[in-house]
Each structure stands twice: as C-alpha cells, then as structure tokens.
C-alpha cells in the first residue's frame, strides 16, 4: 500500500507463486528465477531499466518518509546507489543507478555477496564501494524474522495492517514463539 502511493515509473513484484487478492492494481509481476537469494535479486535488476529501488517484504514498516531520500527527483545525480541496512546485520533496500550510470553490471553489484548472514549488509555496501559508488544510506529499519520482531515491528506501526495482523493472532501465540525459540 505505501508502494502504490509513492511516484514510481513502475512497481515491479518478483513473486515465487501466484499473485493474490492481496496484491494492489498497478504491479507488474515478474517470476522470481531459480537459485541463491543474490542471484535472485540480481536478475530483478537485470529486469527493469532506469534507476531500480528493490525492497524486502519483511520490512511491513516502510514508509514515505524512510523512502523519501531515494525517491528524491535527483537522488541517483548523488548516488549511483543506496542502501537500507537493517538491525539484524542485512539490508531492507538497495537502490542502483541505471546501468549506463554504472562501471559494473548492476548484476555483478549483487551476485556472490553472502545472504542472510549478520555481515550481508556490511559485504553489499562493501561491494558498492569497491566499484566506487557513490552510496546513500537510508534509515535502519528491522526486518521481520522472528516472533520478536513481529511485535517490535507492528509497535513501531501501530496502525498498518501488519499490527493488526499480528494484534489478531490468537492470544499469546507470539510470546510462547519468543520463549521456545520457534518461528511464528
């Protein structure tokens, strides 16, 4: 919903399935190709021309004003790239510059960096700098992994529908996941 409301030339959903009900109108969806999550997220760079913005969708709390610095009129004039690191180590977002504005392919910026690891967002912007780009940074933002997270995250937004979703859990189902370790 955030996504739809904010100026983009295209919204752009790599999916591994079908869309639902769920899905706002104005998405192009393109199928998630097979392999690592790098290689992955590099051919969604490899689909789409001009300046790309990739989000995660674990990070349900993203709004217009954490996105405000990518989605300025000349945010790539200042920065071939940027990046959205998250508090458990990885990134929420990474936005690259066209690819004639670049001295790498926009999939070399991302295949063979190590996902998931408490050093993914460390070894992206790593490799953004060895290619000599220019990277904004945009705010810390808390990715949902975990049962704990999920409260963190819809206290931090309290009126977006993934607080309500959490909110409409059977009483006490997060917390026992946060004491048994288990993943909601």
């Given at each position: 919903a955030t996504l739809a409301a904010l100026p983009a030339r295209r919204r752009v959903l790599a999916l591994d399935g079908r869309p639902g009900p769920w899905l706002p109108p104005g998405f192009d969806v393109i199928p998630q190709v097979p392999g690592t999550l790098d290689v992955r997220l590099a051919a969604v760079f490899g689909a789409c021309e001009g300046?790309?913005?990739?989000l995660g969708m674990d990070t349900p709390q993203i709004d217009a004003a954490a996105l405000a610095p990518v989605l300025a009129p000349h945010a790539f004039a200042h920065h071939e790239?940027?990046?959205?690191?998250?508090?458990?180590?990885?990134f929420w977002a990474l936005g690259l510059a066209a690819p004639s504005a670049l001295p790498v392919p926009r999939a070399a910026l991302l295949?063979?960096?190590?996902m998931s690891r408490p050093d993914t967002g460390a070894l992206q912007?790593?490799?953004?700098?060895?290619?000599?780009?220019?990277t904004g940074t945009l705010p810390t933002l808390t990715d949902v992994d975990t049962a704990p997270d999920a409260l963190s995250v819809a206290a931090l937004a309290p009126h977006s529908r993934f607080a309500a979703a959490v909110g409409a859990l059977p009483q006490g189902l997060l917390t026992s996941c946060t004491t048994t370790g288990?993943?909601?």
């Open positions: 300046p790309v913005l990739l790239a940027w990046l959205g690191p998250a508090s458990d180590g990885g295949r063979g960096v190590p912007r790593a490799r953004l700098h060895a290619a000599g780009l220019r288990s993943h909601p």
